[in-house]
């Protein structure tokens, strides 16, 4: 079965900062692009940052450039996004997205609530 668990996600003040993470399982995991979308509340969610199979590439959305990054661990199945600087505007659940060819996965989410 596949599984995309997402964890990591909570309430947290402007300016902090905050790890999440994607565990993967039933599939092969290395053979896949990932990606982090987000959803905030009466938004269409959005593509926030993606890594190629090897980790060799990486794309960020413009909002989250120089305070995001995502990586990956392939020997982990697990993908993280690290938020730095967070702002208001980040308050989102948070998806993992796994993607190669005709397959399409995603996890259930994380919510990530940035307030004083």
């Known amino acids: 079965e596949v599984q995309l668990v997402e964890s990591g996600g909570g309430l947290v003040q402007p300016g902090s900062s905050l790890r999440i993470s994607c565990a993967a399982s039933?599939?092969?995991?290395?053979?896949?692009?990932m990606s982090w979308y987000r959803q905030a509340p009466w938004k269409e969610r959005e593509l926030v940052a993606s890594?190629?199979?090897?980790?060799?590439?990486?794309n960020y959305t413009d909002s989250v450039k120089g305070r995001f990054t995502i990586s990956r661990d392939n020997a982990k199945n697990t993908v993280y996004l690290q938020m730095n600087s967070l702002k208001p505007e980040d308050t989102a659940l948070y998806y993992c997205?796994?993607?190669?060819?005709?397959?399409?996965?995603w996890g259930r989410g994380t919510q990530v609530t940035v307030s004083s």
């Open positions: 890594i190629t199979s090897d980790g060799s590439s990486r």
């Open positions: 039933g599939f092969t995991f290395s053979l896949f692009h």
């Open positions: 997205n796994a993607r190669r060819f005709g397959a399409n996965y």
